[in-house]
């Protein structure tokens, strides 16, 4: 099973290098790669990085 901080880095990679527009399209990006997880527990994992919607684009993004 992987780890927190290890999922929390998959999140950031993706967010980083996909044009991700909604959770469900992380959560099936994930999927993919193996990592089943729920909207809720996705939507905390972005709250504690800092994944925000642009307004402009409508795509996720983070600062770090």
């Avoid at 044009?19 to 996705?42: F, N």
């Amino acid at each position: 099973m992987m780890k927190k901080k290890e999922r929390l880095e998959v999140i950031k990679e993706l967010v980083t290098t996909e044009a991700i527009e909604s959770q469900q399209e992380l959560l099936d990006l994930l999927d993919e790669r193996g990592m089943h997880l729920t909207q809720a527990t996705i939507s905390r994992d972005m709250n504690e990085i800092g994944i925000i919607k642009k307004g402009e684009t409508g795509y996720y993004k983070t600062d770090l």
